[in-house]
C-alpha cells in the first residue's frame, strides 16, 4: 500500500482454492461379460476415493468470499478503519 497525492493505492492479491474429489456408478467392465455394477472396490485407494465423495465447488461460494475478504483489506486502511470508529 503506497499513498500517491493524497490518495491511498492498495494492491490485493490472494488465492482461494478448492478441490474436491467425487466417485458414483462404480463398473467393471469384463472382455466377455460387458460392463456390469462392481459388487467391491478393487482397492482402498478407490474405495476412499468413493467414500469421501463431495459435491462441486460452489462458484457463488467462492464470490462472496472474495467480497469478504476485499471488504476486510479496505476496513484495515487508516482512513476507512477512522471513518467506521467515527460512525460506530
Do not use: H, W
Not at 22 to 33: E, H, I, M, W, Y
Not at 57 to 65: G, K, N
Amino acid at each position: 500500500m503506497c499513498e500517491l497525492r493524497g490518495r491511498v493505492l492498495m494492491l490485493v492479491r490472494d488465492t482461494i482454492e478448492r478441490t474436491y474429489e467425487s466417485a458414483s456408478g462404480l463398473r467393471v467392465q469384463d472382455v466377455f461379460a460387458g460392463i456390469t455394477a462392481a459388487q467391491a472396490f478393487p482397492n482402498a485407494q478407490v474405495k476412499t476415493i468413493f467414500e469421501r465423495s463431495q459435491q462441486r465447488v460452489d462458484v457463488s461460494a467462492l464470490r462472496t468470499e472474495v467480497l469478504e475478504r476485499l471488504v476486510s483489506e479496505i476496513a484495515k486502511l487508516n482512513r476507512i478503519k477512522t471513518a467506521i470508529d467515527l460512525g460506530s
